[in-house]
T-cell receptor, first 113, second 113 residues
Framework: EAQVTQNPRYLITVTGKKLTVTCSQNMNHEYMSWYRQDPGLGLRQIYYSMNVEVTDKGDVPEGYKVSRKEKRNFPLILESPSPNQTSLYFC????????????FGPGTRLTVT | AQSVSQHNHHVILSEAASLELGCNYSYGGTVNLFWYVQYPGQHLQLLLKYFSGDPLVKGIKGFEAEFIKSKFSFNLRKPSVQWSDTAEYFCAVNAGRDDKIIFGKGTRLHILP
């Protein structure tokens, strides 16, 4: 089944404790992206990647890192999480570019205390 | 900078009513436009998209959207809504220069049976 998977789905952590949210797709998509969804703010793009070893900042990259060492994986790293990074995070992928239909993962709900 | 405005944050309609959700964007050049939908407990999925050509675009589940360049708008319509259309709807824009996608804040649609 074609899908985007994210792990963990739920995470509660403390300020400053490094964490990684994994994202994997099995569709051989070139484009991958991370978004955060906050009430009243909609979805905001954090980082995106056009292909392996190519990443670019979205609108809200501060406090986040990403890497794209393999085509299927696009982990989101929070080196020192803060409470304002409490949010619902979505990973997405698409064939070629963002102009194609993006397939979204199920989301990761992160709480930073 | 690009921005996307969705005027209605929360819309409540009865079944069989007609629907129009507003979306305006702020970019004067070539744009690519999308509507995504998030049904309760599900992933975001693409409803329809506009790149060029006929400004009236038809999507899945009976939805359509009209691109009016002079008004910088891409409103979503459905002539007769169903209870199953209850969801959150997101308008999104790509300015065509890069692969950033800007989402609106979303409109929660609640259909009364």
């Amino acid at each position: 089944e074609a899908q985007v998977t994210q792990n963990p789905r739920y995470l509660i952590t403390v300020t400053g404790k490094k964490l990684t949210v994994t994202c994997s797709q099995n569709m051989n998509h070139e484009y991958m992206s991370w978004y955060r969804q906050d009430p009243g703010l909609g979805l905001r793009q954090i980082y995106y990647s056009m292909n392996v070893e190519v990443t670019d900042k979205g609108d809200v990259p501060e406090g986040y890192k990403v890497s794209r060492k393999e085509k299927r994986n696009f982990p989101l790293i929070l080196e020192s999480p803060s409470p304002n990074q409490t949010s619902l995070y979505f990973c997405a992928s698409s064939y070629g570019t963002a102009l194609r239909e993006q397939y979204f993962g199920p989301g990761t709900r992160l709480t930073v205390t | 900078a690009q921005s996307v405005s969705q005027h209605n944050h929360h819309v409540i309609l009865s079944e069989a009513a007609s629907l129009e959700l507003g979306c305006n964007y702020s970019y004067g050049g070539t744009v690519n436009l999308f509507w995504y939908v998030q049904y309760p407990g599900q992933h975001l999925q693409l409803l329809l998209k506009y790149f060029s050509g006929d400004p009236l675009v038809k999507g899945i589940k009976g939805f359509e959207a009209e691109f009016i360049k002079s008004k910088f708008s891409f409103n979503l319509r459905k002539p007769s809504v169903q209870w199953s259309d209850t969801a959150e709807y997101f308008c999104a824009v790509n300015a065509g220069r890069d692969d950033k996608i800007i989402f609106g804040k979303g409109t929660r649609l609640h259909i009364l049976p």
